[in-house]
């Protein structure tokens, strides 16, 4: 049989596909013979081939016309794709590689020059919006496609979780509770950190959304002690106690998460994989009893930490007290918007607890929450408008979803995991050692993420079902990965949901954010896989 040129099988591929598809429904298909696999492509198939032919447009067209197929005539052509696309064609496959390099330098530029010699966000969000314009302009991506995470609900609920904080300063409400705290905690600026920490580790197992907890809860109270203690965001006097706070709070927030299979919405999602990958049940109390002790020293030892090398200038105050119950006195009773203020945060985290019961999602309850205060005149529209952070933040963190999204999409995700499993197998070393190495990949690959669940979602069967065939214990290694997917969080100021939340704050520069993640995040690792490691022995987790 005479061997056709690659081209020509291109073309006649093409006419193939446009013949089905073109061709009256009423027509009766008999089935087609798949094509044999062809020799691999030479290496004359390059993008800068002499030929006319397309060769991004000839894979996305393929890719296009032979699923439609497939559909009408019983999937004769999806395996045509399949042979040609990813065996004979992996040079050619180029549309592909393209968008994919193109949605790294997008990722990498929001993060680029620009963010980190300007400590505003204002530089990330401008980012955002230029590297989508990028990737539209290039036909890499179409405008749906790079502007599709503005649909996803985690933005939306940062951005809401702002309007909240706005009607917490508008009414009082925030300094009034504010003002509570400093009175029983504020001889301190530690006690006060650690009041707010173990007040949202309470929370975490009731409300499933960090970014509700952060957002909607924290983020107001934390920025209306910052005021009451003289500590604002802009103005030289971050350092007072915002910036350790702020930092405090997102990285205990991170642990908190990882302490219960209802503190994060992406965590039910590990347990299910860990179901189907290897026939075990990871239950809510198998679950917080493995967490609890590691957890419990983390969130002791992170803010202390954080004390010490980034520390708060003002450290003590022992007339803060007493100077809080003077501000209380002179506020009076509660007025009307703060009980209609109070009223609605309380149904909102009522809904944000029982919404799995109701069947209503962290995003719905928050907007219900903010259309009680549009409504009756807490917080006006163009307060909201006026929130320029929360847009901002909004843009770019969705901006980032919609990057990431389809570097899993196009495979980049996939191949890395394929290699860490063929290199780290490969190196035939003891368990222990294959599993610390499986467990710093799987951390540390998270600066290529901006969701947990994205994270576990790609990475998770392919980890737990290496570390099971390499020799560890199957349970033990799934307790581990689960815990990390919260965790691996702290790194950036996109990782997890809170991170946009306490950053967009503008307490903290972006690079003392990230820097201090990283060794957060060494403290993190020894604490749950060393104090972590004795305590899963002592109850028998391996």
């Not at 073309?11 to 696999?37: C, E, G, H, W, Y």
């Not at 397309?54 to 794709?81: D, I, K, P, R, V």
């Not at 320029?388 to 899993?408: E, P, Q, R």
């Not at 392919?462 to 997917?485: E, H, N």
Request: hydrophobic letters at 50%; a positive charge; one cysteine or more.
């Amino acid at each position: 049989e005479k061997k056709l040129d690659p081209i020509a099988i291109a073309k006649r591929d093409q006419k193939m596909a446009s013949l089905v598809l073109t061709s009256s429904l009423n027509i009766r298909f008999r089935p087609l013979p798949t094509p044999k696999p062809r020799c691999p492509t030479p290496k004359s198939l390059r993008l800068n081939s002499r030929s006319g032919l397309n060769y991004n447009q000839f894979c996305l067209y393929s890719c296009h016309a032979s699923s439609s197929a497939a559909a009408m005539a019983g999937g004769c052509y999806e395996a045509t794709y399949s042979v040609y696309s990813h065996r004979s064609y992996p040079m050619a496959y180029s549309g592909a590689r393209r968008s994919i390099a193109h949605c790294v330098a997008v990722v990498v530029y929001i993060f680029g020059y620009n963010s980190w010699n300007n400590n505003s966000a204002i530089a990330v969000g401008s980012c955002g919006v230029d590297g989508s314009w990028r990737v539209c302009s290039d036909q890499n991506l179409t405008f749906a496609a790079a502007f599709s995470a503005f649909g996803d609900p985690i933005p939306w609920l940062i951005a809401l979780a702002f309007f909240f904080a706005r009607g917490f300063i508008k009414t009082g409400l925030g300094n009034r509770i504010a003002y509570q705290f400093v009175s029983l905690f504020g001889s301190s600026s530690l006690g006060l950190g650690y009041s707010l920490v173990f007040s949202e580790a309470l929370l975490a197992p009731a409300i499933p959304s960090v970014s509700a907890r952060a957002g909607g809860i924290f983020l107001p109270l934390v920025k209306s002690l910052c005021v009451a203690c003289g500590s604002n965001a802009g103005d030289g006097t971050e350092h007072k106690l915002g910036s350790w706070l702020m930092l405090t709070c997102f990285q205990t927030s991170v642990i908190s998460s990882s302490m219960f299979l209802t503190a994060m919405a992406a965590n039910p999602l590990a347990a299910n994989l860990t179901s189907s990958t290897i026939n075990q049940t990871l239950g809510w109390m198998d679950w917080a009893k493995g967490a609890i002790v590691p957890g419990l020293v983390s969130l002791i030892v992170v803010p202390l930490l954080l004390y010490v090398i980034y520390p708060p200038t003002v450290k003590s105050s022992p007339d803060a007290p007493k100077l809080a119950r003077q501000k209380l006195e002179k506020m009076g009773p509660m007025s009307k918007n703060e009980l209609i203020m109070a009223g609605t945060l309380l149904l909102t985290v009522g809904l944000w607890i029982f919404g799995g019961t109701l069947n209503i999602d962290a995003v719905t309850a928050a907007i219900l929450g903010l259309s009680v205060l549009l409504v009756t005149g807490v917080v006006t529209w163009k307060e909201c408008l006026a929130e320029s952070v929360a847009w901002d933040t909004l843009t770019w963190f969705a901006a980032l979803i919609a990057m990431a999204g389809y570097l899993n999409k196009y495979g980049l995700i996939s191949w890395f995991s394929q290699t860490v499993v063929k290199f780290v197998g490969g190196l035939g070393l003891p368990w222990q050692s294959s599993f610390g190495i499986l467990i710093l990949l799987y951390f540390y690959s998270h600066y290529f993420f901006a969701s947990g669940a994205a994270h576990i979602g790609a990475m998770f069967t392919a980890f737990l079902s290496v570390a099971s065939a390499l020799g560890t214990p199957p349970y033990l290694a799934a307790m581990v990965l689960s815990f990390l997917s919260n965790l691996m969080g702290g790194i950036t100021h996109y990782g997890i949901g809170s991170a946009p939340v306490f950053y967009g704050a503008g307490y903290v520069p972006l690079t003392k954010w990230w820097g201090y993640g990283f060794l957060i995040s060494v403290v993190n690792l020894i604490v749950w896989l060393g104090v972590g490691g004795v305590w899963w022995k002592a109850i028998g987790f391996w």
